[in-house]
């Protein structure tokens, strides 16, 4: 983007594309079986976040980039989210012997 | 970056259309594997997006951190639970996917109409653009200096937490009272697939003298 002229993309084509992300992903959350797909799902909506924060960041804070500054410990955050999640998804296959969301219900009262 | 408007659009384009397919398929593919590649093909089109943005060092470590390390985690924990299983049909699935698409179009429809509605403070500063590494650089040792150190501390938190949920305890004999386990109680059978081999290859053992 040069300085001089507008962008020619606008702020909002960015928030709707992460709009459609993030909901992809909660509907993934929400309607998945498989306990991998469902942690794909979160990564998903992690993603929309971030972009979110890298718009706002070039269009309405172009010269603090504090909005960068956030999305790189988002993505500090997400990387040791996976890393977790996908040790207890290994220690839930090893006792239960599935993956299967619907299996998993050892809080339910 | 200075590029022209035209060949800026066409990029948006293709780099949206990409990321909107790819995670409609990362979602509904019904084979998991595909979903998990496609999965790192969204992680490089939000780092397209990044680049659009005048964003090089958080698409770098887009690329490094996503597609390197966290889409490889994805695909070594679907090899290790890599189980074929028949899923048990649960009554009112279609009811609960109809009624939870619903809830997901109303949260969107909600999310566009503030994209649109809210009046933002258009055109803001002049975005600095290739600069934007150096002053990464300084909010990281000045104002931001505390998160970052303690992003280092999750993170080993996260690693000796990792470790520590997917070690695999075998012990040959009981803690307490001294005795000699059976360690199939503690490691349990974990493919039949393994469980087939070894039944095929007992009777080839008997035949050998």
New interface residues.
């Given amino acids: 983007?040069?300085?001089d002229?507008?962008?020619?993309?606008p702020?909002?084509?960015?928030?709707?594309?992460a709009?459609?992300?993030?909901?992809?992903?909660?509907?993934?959350l929400?309607?998945?079986?498989?306990?991998?797909?469902v942690?794909?799902?979160i990564?998903?909506m992690l993603?929309a976040v971030?972009?979110n924060l890298?718009?706002f960041?070039?269009?309405?804070?172009?010269?603090?980039?504090?909005g960068?500054?956030f999305?790189?410990?988002v993505?500090?955050?997400?990387?040791?989210?996976?890393?977790?999640g996908?040790?207890?998804?290994?220690?839930l296959?090893?006792?239960r012997?599935?993956?299967?969301m619907?299996r998993f219900n050892l809080l339910r009262w | 970056?200075?590029i022209a408007?035209?060949t800026?659009?066409i990029c948006?384009l293709v780099l949206?259309a990409t990321?909107?397919f790819g995670?409609?398929g990362?979602?509904l593919l019904p084979n998991?594997v595909y979903?998990?590649f496609l999965?790192g093909g969204?992680?490089l089109s939000?780092a397209g997006?990044?680049l659009?943005?005048?964003?090089s060092?958080?698409a770098a470590?887009?690329v490094l951190?996503?597609v390197g390390?966290?889409n490889v985690?994805?695909l070594?924990?679907?090899m290790?639970?890599n189980?074929q299983?028949t899923?048990?049909a649960?009554p009112g699935l279609l009811l609960?996917?109809i009624l939870?698409?619903a809830?997901?179009?109303g949260?969107?429809l909600l999310?566009?109409r503030v994209?649109?509605t809210t009046d933002?403070?258009?055109?803001?500063?002049?975005?600095?653009?290739d600069e934007?590494t150096i002053?990464?650089g300084e909010?990281?040792f000045s104002d931001?200096l505390l998160?970052f150190e303690l992003?280092s501390v999750?993170?080993l938190?996260?690693?000796i937490?990792?470790?520590v949920?997917?070690r695999?305890d075998v012990f040959s004999s009981d803690v307490i009272t001294g005795e000699p386990v059976d360690q199939g109680l503690i490691e349990?059978s974990?493919t039949p697939l393994l469980l087939d081999t070894n039944d095929q290859k007992r009777p080839m053992l008997e035949n050998t003298p």
């Fill in positions: 983007m040069s300085p002229l507008p962008s020619p993309i702020l909002q084509a960015y928030l709707v594309l709009a459609i992300l993030f909901c992809t992903g909660v509907w993934g929400i309607n998945s079986r498989n306990a991998v797909r942690l794909m799902s990564e998903l993603n971030n972009i890298m718009a960041s070039t269009y309405l804070d172009g010269q603090l980039i504090r960068q500054v999305t790189i410990f993505i500090t955050v997400a990387a040791a989210e996976a890393a977790v996908l040790a207890i998804l290994l220690s296959y090893r006792n012997e599935t993956v299967d619907e | 970056m200075t408007s035209t800026q659009q948006f949206s990321l909107v995670s409609l990362v979602v998991i979903s998990a999965l969204v992680f939000v997006l990044y659009m943005l005048n964003a060092f958080v470590a887009q951190v996503y390390a966290v985690l994805i070594f924990a679907i290790l639970v189980k299983e899923l048990a649960i609960r996917r939870s698409g809830v997901c179009a949260l969107f999310l566009v994209a649109f933002w403070a258009l055109p803001g500063p002049t975005p600095i653009g934007a002053r990464i909010h990281l931001y998160p992003a999750l993170l938190m996260a690693m937490g990792a470790i949920l997917a695999r349990k974990r």
